[in-house]
């Protein structure tokens, strides 16, 4: 695998992250103007005690085992081999299990104080995973083991 491709792959991983740090403000910012309604805590509170902090752990969780597929798939994974497409396969599925579990944390410990902010913290945190997990690594993967990555030829084509 060329160098330069590395880089290109590790700079589609870098951009979806700024784009996934980008997002979080934007989110909070439509609750803040009421676009979705909250009930039983006051909006600001629910922006700095429960969205933010849940958007925060799921943007961190997504984006380290977005790095570390990057890594492990670039430098562990770097030819094609059916043997290791299974392998890579089962890697991919395991750190995806990271983010979806910190989502289930989120909504856990910071959806308690407002359960009716749950359901649309939970479509913000998934958006959030997916483009920060999935988006991350479909762009990120090298070509040779893209087909690992559900859905990622789709997009790179």
């Known amino acids: ?5 590395r880089a290109w792959e590790f700079l589609g991983l870098v951009a979806v992250t700024v784009i ?9 910012w439509i609750y ?8 039983g805590v006051r909006i600001p509170t629910f922006i700095r005690d429960m969205f933010t902090p849940s958007a925060l752990i799921v943007f961190a969780i997504s984006v380290i085992f977005a790095m570390l597929w990057w890594a492990v ?17 089962l890697i991919w599925w395991l750190f995806a299990l990271a983010p979806v579990l910190s989502i289930g944390v989120a909504l856990y410990f910071y959806g308690k104080i407002s359960p009716q902010a749950v ?5 913000f945190l998934v958006f959030n995973m997916l483009l920060n997990y999935w988006l991350a690594t479909a762009v990120s993967t ?16």
């Open 32 to 39: 803040g103007t009421g676009t979705i309604s909250v009930t």
């Open 20 to 28: 996934g740090a980008v997002l979080i403000p934007i989110e909070s």
């Open 119 to 123: 359901p649309s913290m939970a479509v």
């Open 73 to 89: 798939a670039t430098f562990k994974f770097y030819s094609a081999h059916p043997r290791g497409d299974s392998t890579a396969k």
């Open 142 to 157: 090298p070509s040779l083991i893209a087909h690992v990555v559900p859905l990622a030829r789709l997009w790179r084509k």
């Open 1 to 5: 695998m060329k160098a330069s491709s």
